[in-house]
T-cell receptor, first 110, second 113 residues
Framework: QKEVEQNSGPLSVPEGAIASLNCTYS??????FFWYRQYSGKSPELIMS????GDKEDGRFTAQLNKASQYVSLLIRDSQPSDSATYLC??????????FGAGTRLFVKA | EAQVTQNPRYLITVTGKKLTVTCSQN?????MSWYRQDPGLGLRQIYY???????DKGDVPEGYKVSRKEKRNFPLILESPSPNQTSLYFC????????????FGPGTRLTVT
């Protein structure tokens, strides 16, 4: 079983729709959770971090964490073509050790 | 400008020829890390450092060495590169003290023939 799992996609949504990206993790003791966006040929960039159960909103992005179910999700409201990228879920189980999921490719159709 | 820099950006080398990829950050970050990214496998952590002279293994440390002699620098050393180390490498840094948001360098594409 992979430690951090994401659907590889691609996930295709129309412009203006809500994109929902999901991630599950296996280490129940994990404390820190992150979403990174990676455009083709570029380096990952941080979008959201979340440390406690519940929702965290930042502009069009909302991260949701449920530690009991061991999942973290990212919602992108009013999706734009510029949101088309690969979204990486990352979990920090201990110290600075970081486990990334393989990423979900998102396509937003104009 | 706050940034993580890596050099070289592209490197083609031959099996067994020692090489070093440099990484430097100007944000006074405590934590630094190296990753490799391969198609279908995502980002995998090679080594990380939580302080000067403190390093620890990530998921795929075999064949790599690191050192952290200064806070700003974290070089990745391949003493005897092999073709299975052909990959895209990223260095990242984080503020530390319980904050693990990472800022990535531009990447180094390494080909070992």
């Amino acid at each position: 079983q992979k430690e951090v799992e994401q659907n590889s996609g691609p996930l295709s949504v129309p412009e203006g729709a809500i994109a929902s990206l999901n991630c599950t993790y296996s280490d129940r003791g994990s404390q820190s959770f992150f979403w990174y966006r990676q455009y083709s040929g570029k380096s990952p960039e941080l979008i959201m971090s979340i440390y406690s159960n519940g929702d965290k909103e930042d502009g069009r992005f909302t991260a949701q964490l449920n530690k009991a179910s061991q999942y973290v999700s990212l919602l992108i409201r009013d999706s734009q073509p510029s949101d088309s990228a690969t979204y990486l879920c990352a979990v920090t189980p201990v110290g600075f050790k970081t486990i990334f999921g393989a990423g979900t490719r998102l396509f937003v159709k104009a | 400008e706050a940034q993580v820099t890596q050099n070289p950006r592209y490197l083609i080398t031959v099996t067994g020829k020692k090489l070093t990829v440099t990484c430097s950050q100007n944000m006074n970050h405590e934590y630094m890390s190296w990753y490799r990214q391969d198609p279908g496998l995502g980002l995998r952590q090679i080594y990380y450092s939580m302080n000067v002279e403190v390093t620890d293994k990530g998921d795929v440390p075999e064949g790599y060495k690191v050192s952290r002699k200064e806070k700003r620098n974290f070089p990745l050393i391949l003493e005897s590169p092999s073709p299975n180390q052909t990959s895209l490498y990223f260095c990242a840094s984080s503020l530390g003290t319980g904050t693990y948001e990472q800022y990535f360098g531009p990447g180094t594409r390494l080909t070992v023939t």
